[in-house]
C-alpha cells in the first residue's frame, strides 16, 4: 500500500518528476491542493528556511508526511539573483516569460554569464518533526539570451549546458531528472530516506 506523501506545491512538473522518483520507495506523491492547503508564505532569504516553512505548513494542515523544495536560479554576477525570488522576479503575477526577459536584461551588461540551478528539499514526518531530512542538490551553467527547446519549465530554454551543448529545456525528462539540481537533490533525499527507514 503506497503511503501518501504530500508535495507542498501545486507545480505540475514538479509532481510528475517528484511521483516518478519516488514512486519506487512506496510513496504516493499528491499535490497539497488535493488537500486544500493554501500556498505557505515564503518570507525568508535562504532556500532552506522557505523549504523547512512550506513542508512543515503542509503537513500541519493534512496531517501527512511532507515534503517540499525551495530551488531557483542563481547568477553568480548578480550576487546569487534571482535565488530565493525566481519565481517572482519580475513580480506579480508569476511569469515565466517575463522572469526571463528580467533575467537576460540583468545579464546583459555582464561579462559572466555563468549560473547554478539550486534545489534544497526538505522531508518531514510530521508538523513539528525535529529532524527533518534536508537534501541539497547543485546544477551549474549559463544564460543565454536566446531561448531554445520546448522541454522544462521555469528558466531551462535559457539556461545553457556548455558540456551538453544544449539547454536545460533541449533536454529529455529523463536526462534532466539525472543531471539536474532537483534530480541531484532527489537521488541524496532517497538515500536518506532508504536509511531513515
Known sequence: ??????????????????????????????????????????????????????ARHAAQLTGWPALADDSGICANALGGAPGVWSARYAGEPKSDLRNNQKLVADLAAQIDKSAYYYCVLVFVRHANDPQPIIAEGRWNGEIRAEPSGQNGFGYDPHFWLPAIGKTAAELPAEEKNRLSHRGQALRVLIDKLKQSN
Do not use: H, I
Request: charged share 25%; no cysteine; glycine share 6%.
Open 1 to 54: 500500500m503506497p503511503r501518501t506523501l504530500v508535495l507542498a506545491s501545486n507545480n505540475p512538473g514538479k509532481l510528475k518528476e517528484f511521483g516518478q522518483l519516488l514512486a519506487p520507495l512506496g510513496y504516493d506523491v499528491r499535490p497539497q491542493d488535493e488537500f486544500n492547503v493554501p500556498e505557505a508564505d515564503e518570507p525568508y532569504p535562504t532556500f532552506v528556511e522557505n523549504a523547512l516553512a512550506k
